[in-house]
């Protein structure tokens, strides 16, 4: 475990960039290890995850506004590793989801991140489950608070 640093009650915002950043780090290091570019499996995963998913759903699911996904999705696309499907429910909308080569990183790094989760896991004293949920209403909190991705508008509590 690691050792102990004390609190500064308020600077949660500080602490989950912090943690980012070195989750980041070490699955970065994990997945190139693994011969998987750690750049292009984050977008990749959450559509291998995900899919099929519409890009407001991605959008959504990512934190990103719509201008900023069209440009990661049109990276992808242009990869080979995503496709746009049409959506038999929607006419309007297509569906994204990854082609043979996008699958097969996404199964490549797939295993990497389980390990990853293993270790800190691990390293939490198998109390991963507990914050993942405390950093998730964290999440979801902040979310309601910030202006919605792509419409400009900001949700009230």
Known sequence: MATAEPIVRGAILQELLVAGRYGFELASRELAAAGVDPHEYGQLSFV???????????????????????????????????????????????????????????????????????????????????HEEAVRRVRVALQSLTPQRGSGSVARM
Request: no cysteine; glycine share 10%.
């Open 48 to 130: 291998g995850t995900l899919q099929p998913v519409t890009r407001t759903r991605l959008a959504q699911a990512m934190g990103l506004r719509r201008t900023t996904l069209r440009d990661a999705v049109g990276r992808l696309i242009e990869r080979g590793h995503v496709e746009e499907r049409p959506n038999p429910l929607d006419g309007r909308s297509t569906f994204l989801v990854l082609t043979p080569a996008g699958q097969e990183i996404f199964d490549r790094g797939l295993p990497v991140f389980r390990r990853v989760l293993r270790r800190l896991d691990e390293t939490l004293g198998g109390a991963l489950d507990e």
